[in-house]
Nanobody, 121 residues
Framework: QVQLVESGGGLVQPGGSLRLSCAAS????????MGWYRQAPGNLRELVAV???????NYADSVKGRFTISRDNAKNTMYLQMNSLKPEDTAVYYC???????????????WGQGTQVTVSS
């Protein structure tokens, strides 16, 4: 089995920073895709930042210049550094990964349980 575990959420004042982590564990041969999504109350889940299949990054327009996605392949861990946070960034943040569990095996889509980020004074 594979698990994605997010951490690092919390309450922060506008203009503050948080760093989210997503650790993938279990039977992992390769990780083909990783990204961060978020969902605010009453809204659909939306893309925040992802690593594309070519290894480059893609960000939502609303977070460009403020958020940075990174990863440590040796640790199967992905990060989201969030700076200059705004109240509209308040949401549950989810980690997503597409993983191959063995050589030649199928790709499976996994989601973490989510971590709450609240930006408020």
């Amino acid at each position: 089995q594979v698990q994605l575990v997010e951490s690092g959420g919390g309450l922060v004042q506008p203009g503050g920073s948080l760093r989210l982590s997503c650790a993938a564990s279990g039977s992992i041969f390769s990780i083909n895709f990783m990204g961060w999504y978020r969902q605010a109350p009453g809204n659909l889940r939306e893309l925040v930042a992802v690593f594309t299949s070519g290894g480059s990054t893609n960000y939502a327009d609303s977070v460009k210049g403020r958020f940075t996605i990174s990863r440590d392949n040796a640790k199967n861990t992905m990060y989201l550094q969030m700076n200059s946070l705004k109240p509209e960034d308040t949401a549950v943040y989810y980690c997503n990964a597409v993983i191959r569990r063995r050589w030649g095996g199928s790709l499976y889509d996994y989601w973490g349980q989510g971590t709450q980020v609240t930006v408020s004074s």
